[in-house]
Each structure stands twice: as C-alpha cells, then as structure tokens.
C-alpha cells in the first residue's frame, strides 16, 4: 500500500529516463513547479523543445545517471529496463517511479489545483483511467472559488492562530469556518485586516 505525501520539487534534483510521450507529460509537470529535470534518451520527442529549462543527455540508460537525485522516473518503453532503474535506485537509496509497474516506490496519483488546495487520487495503479475521471467529477465540485476560499481562509487562519483563547476555541473557530460563504468570509477577513 502508498501512503500519499506531498513532494516540494522547487530546485530539486530529478532525472527522467526516457523521453517519450509518458516521460514528457511528467516531466512538464514538475518543470511547472519549478524541479531541475535532467532527461536521459537516445531520441527524444519533439514536445520536448518546449521545456526550455531542462538538461537533455542524447544517451541510454546507465546507472552512472542516477546519483545526486531524489527521483528518478524510468519512463522507457521497455519494461525490464525500467525493472532494472527501479532495481538500481533502490541500491543507491533513490526514489523511483517507473511508468510501466503498479509496484514501483512511487506512484503518479492524478491531480489539480484550486490555488493552494489540491486534489489528488490514485487507485494503487488499478485503473489510472477511473482516476482520470474521479479527478474531473471533483473538478466540476471544487470550482476556481476554491482558489479564493482557501486563500481567505488561511488569512483568517493566522489571525485565530494569534488569539488568546484555548486550543478548543481555537478548533471550534476553525471547524466553524469552513461552513461559512464566501462573502461571510470576505468580510471576516477584511475586518480582521484593520
Ligand atoms: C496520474 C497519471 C500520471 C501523470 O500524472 O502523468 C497516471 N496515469 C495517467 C493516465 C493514464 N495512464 C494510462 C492510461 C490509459 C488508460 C488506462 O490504462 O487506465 C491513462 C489515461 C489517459 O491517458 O487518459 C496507462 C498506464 N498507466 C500505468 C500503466 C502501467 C501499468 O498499468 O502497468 C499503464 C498501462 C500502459 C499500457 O497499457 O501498456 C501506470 C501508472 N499510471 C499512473 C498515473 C500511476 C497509477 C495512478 C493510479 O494509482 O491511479 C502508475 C501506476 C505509475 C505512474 O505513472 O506513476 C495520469 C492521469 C492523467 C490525468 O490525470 O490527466
Ligand atoms: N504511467 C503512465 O501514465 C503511462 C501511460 C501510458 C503509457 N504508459 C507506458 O509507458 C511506456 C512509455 O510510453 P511512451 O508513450 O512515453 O513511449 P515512447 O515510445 O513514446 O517513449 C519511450 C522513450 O524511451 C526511450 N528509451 C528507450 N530505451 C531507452 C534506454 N535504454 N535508455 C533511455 N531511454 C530509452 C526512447 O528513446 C523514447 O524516448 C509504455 O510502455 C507505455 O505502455 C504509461
């Protein structure tokens, strides 16, 4: 079983080995977050000249790659060499997702972002087309004003952080919140503001 975490990527390490259609899609993704992405293919793909901060090596896969990393992603399209990274990392104490295992140390889950709330979900690689989908049913729940609310219920958040009451009143306020509309809330947080 996975237990789900959250990786900060900014100015991390990560290599990707492979540079097909899979290798890219993950690879935009933590470019958008900001990760250092070194890429490791003979051939790469042609999405690929739009990532433009990314270290490209036109080689294949050696363990020698591996080092200095806290990912790696074996994103080739042969599965045994995959086995063989995931093997590899698992020597040197890396990280490793491979795209062609439901079994390998980390696994992918399907997500997005309302700001800073995010929603992500996996079904232990059963069925990444039902997480596909799970993840565009809660799209259409937790809407862009999700972006606000999160933003203004972490403003009021500190101010009841700074208050002098118990920590159960404190509890209370903040389960109370949530409940509240996002003009109870504008309002809560402007107030707090002056
Ligand atoms: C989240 C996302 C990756 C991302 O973020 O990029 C992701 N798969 C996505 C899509 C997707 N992948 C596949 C299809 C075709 C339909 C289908 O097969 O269902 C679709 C749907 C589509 O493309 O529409 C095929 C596929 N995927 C894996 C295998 C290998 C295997 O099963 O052995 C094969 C078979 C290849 C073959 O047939 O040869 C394995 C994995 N894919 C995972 C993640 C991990 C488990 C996630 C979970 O627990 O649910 C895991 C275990 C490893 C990993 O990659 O981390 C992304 C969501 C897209 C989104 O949200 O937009
Ligand atoms: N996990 C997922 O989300 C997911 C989704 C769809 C497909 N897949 C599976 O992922 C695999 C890759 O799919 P793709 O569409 O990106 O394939 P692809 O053929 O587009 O890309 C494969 C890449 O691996 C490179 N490669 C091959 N041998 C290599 C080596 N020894 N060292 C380094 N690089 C090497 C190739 O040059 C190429 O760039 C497939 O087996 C596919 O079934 C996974």
Do not use: W
């Not at 080689?59 to 020698?64: A, E, F, L």
């Not at 972002?113 to 992500?120: E, H, K, S, V």
């Amino acid at each position: 079983m996975y237990l789900p975490i959250m990786l900060e990527v900014e100015n991390k390490n990560i290599l990707i080995i492979g540079a097909g259609t899979v290798a890219y899609k993950k690879a935009q993704k933590i470019v958008e977050q900001k990760g250092n992405v070194k890429v490791v293919s003979p051939r790469f793909n042609p999405d690929f000249d739009e990532l433009k901060n990314i270290k490209r090596i036109k080689d294949v896969y050696d363990k020698k790659y591996i080092k200095g990393h806290i990912l790696v992603i074996a994103a080739t399209d042969h599965p045994s060499i995959n086995k063989k990274i995931n093997e590899d990392c698992r020597e040197e104490n890396v990280l490793c997702n491979v795209v062609t295992d439901t079994h390998s140390d980390v696994i992918f889950p399907s997500h997005f972002n309302r700001g800073d709330l995010t929603m992500a979900v996996s079904t232990n690689g059963k069925s990444p087309a039902l997480s596909k989908k799970i993840i565009n049913d809660l799209k259409q729940h937790y809407d862009e004003s999700y972006e606000e609310r999160v933003q203004l219920l972490g403003e009021i958040r500190d101010i009841v952080l700074s208050l002098d009451c118990s920590q159960e009143e404190r509890r209370d306020i903040l389960n109370h919140i949530v409940e509240l509309e996002a003009i109870e809330l504008r309002k809560l947080a402007k107030k707090e503001m002056k």
